[in-house]
């Protein structure tokens, strides 16, 4: 029976996030909106099918122009993903909103007034 490699899903989603910031920066550039996000993580669904790439924003920005801006782009990303992956099979890619900074933001808050 094969062994089978369990970090094979981590490294193909920190490979497309690279990929992936690497395209942003070099196409989206002067885009105001999509240069303004950084990508936080990554995570594979499905074996390496589908990557989550998890996004987080400024503060007091407009989350929803951001996640439809981001939505937008999803496509054209992913062909140039393929472009540039050596491999058979594109992953398709999601971008997530990262909470984690706001949620953080907020216990610290709550800490403070106890």
Same mark, same amino acid.
């Given at each position: 029976?094969?062994?089978?490699?369990?970090?094979?899903? #981590?490294?193909?989603?920190? $490979?497309?996030?690279?990929?992936?910031? =690497?395209?942003?920066? +070099?196409?989206?550039?002067?885009? =105001?909106?999509?240069?303004?996000?950084?990508?936080?993580?990554?995570?594979?669904?499905?074996?390496?099918?589908?990557? $989550?790439?998890?996004?987080?924003?400024?503060?007091?920005?407009?989350?929803? #122009?951001? =996640?439809?801006?981001?939505?937008?782009?999803?496509?054209?990303?992913?062909?140039?993903?393929?472009?540039?992956?050596?491999?058979?099979?594109?992953? +398709?890619?999601?971008?997530?909103? +990262?909470?984690?900074?706001?949620? #953080? =933001?907020?216990?610290?808050?709550?800490?403070?007034?106890?």
């Amino acid at each position: 029976m094969p062994i089978k490699n369990s970090n094979r899903g #981590a490294r193909m989603a920190s $490979k497309v996030q690279t990929l992936v910031g =690497e395209i942003l920066r +070099d196409k989206y550039s002067d885009d =105001e909106i999509v240069s303004s996000i950084s990508l936080a993580g990554s995570d594979t669904r499905g074996g390496t099918q589908f990557v $989550k790439l998890y996004y987080y924003i400024p503060h007091n920005s407009d989350q929803d #122009a951001i =996640e439809k801006r981001m939505n937008e782009i999803t496509k054209n990303v992913r062909f140039e993903l393929a472009s540039r992956m050596n491999q058979k099979y594109t992953p +398709d890619i999601r971008f997530v909103y +990262d909470d984690t900074l706001d949620r #953080a =933001e907020r216990i610290d808050e709550l800490l403070k007034n106890l």
